[in-house]
């Protein structure tokens, strides 16, 4: 175990003997108080960039599948309706053209700051 888990658990013990020492009737409300005071910092603390950065950042090849999507509508509407199914059949093919560019782009782009990092 860490030096870190180890002074964790320390202060967790400190705040357990601090919370049973005090006043029945407000054992309940420390414990809510000290639990939002817990989260608070945990959320507020800085997570590094490396570990963020696939998880939180959106990638655009949900534009290849919202292409994708009207191309198969567009080719049902086409059959009922041509003008207004070549048309969302046409919106498809291009969205989906340019959420794969995108992609390729933001994926470059990646790869371009990692090997710059890598270089200093």
């Not at 180890?6 to 009737?25: F, G, K, N, W, Y």
């Amino acid at each position: 175990m860490s030096s870190t888990e180890q002074e964790i658990e320390r202060l967790v013990e400190e705040i357990s003997r601090a919370i049973q020492r005090s006043p029945t009737d407000q054992r309940h409300e420390l414990r809510s108080y000290a639990s939002s005071l817990i989260n608070d910092i945990a959320t507020e603390s800085p997570v590094p960039p490396s570990q963020t950065s696939g998880q939180s950042e959106r990638r655009p090849f949900g534009l290849v599948a919202a292409g994708l999507a009207l191309l198969v509508i567009g080719a049902g509407f086409a059959l009922m309706i041509p003008p207004i199914g070549l048309t969302l059949m046409a919106l498809g093919v291009l969205l989906a053209i340019w959420g794969g560019i995108a992609g390729w782009w933001t994926t470059r782009g990646d790869n371009v700051q990692d090997a710059n990092q890598r270089r200093r």
